[in-house]
């Protein structure tokens, strides 16, 4: 075998070497691109589970804020109605309030 057989034979070698790198690399950019691809579709699948969660309870804190509203609200109506009409009282405070604009500043 001469010497240019041995430089070709290693040439050879050398390509079929960059080749099976250059495969070697392109799997693992492929792996990796599924990898995150998965990683991320399992985040968003994650987040939205999360944020679905979330918004379930911030329907019923305020189903329960409004009703606990209403309630409070129609006590109070009730309350206001049942009270009696203290018109003497009224007038009485009336009246201060209008002598105590007539007096000099």
């Known amino acids: 075998m001469g010497d240019e057989d041995i430089l070709q034979r290693l040439i050879d070698t050398e390509k079929a070497s960059r080749d099976l790198l250059s495969q070697a690399q392109a799997e693992a950019d ?6 995150r691809r998965l990683a991320d579709e399992g985040k968003r699948k994650a987040l939205e589970a999360s944020l679905r969660a979330l918004e379930e309870g911030l329907e019923a804190a305020k189903a329960k804020a409004r009703a606990e509203y209403e309630a409070e609200l129609a006590a109070y109506a009730s309350s206001l109605a049942n009270r009696p009409i203290e018109s003497e009282a009224f007038k009485i405070c009336l009246e201060a ?4 604009e007539s007096l000099p500043c």
């Open 97 to 100: 309030i209008r002598r105590a």
């Open 30 to 35: 492929s792996r990796l691109a599924e990898a």
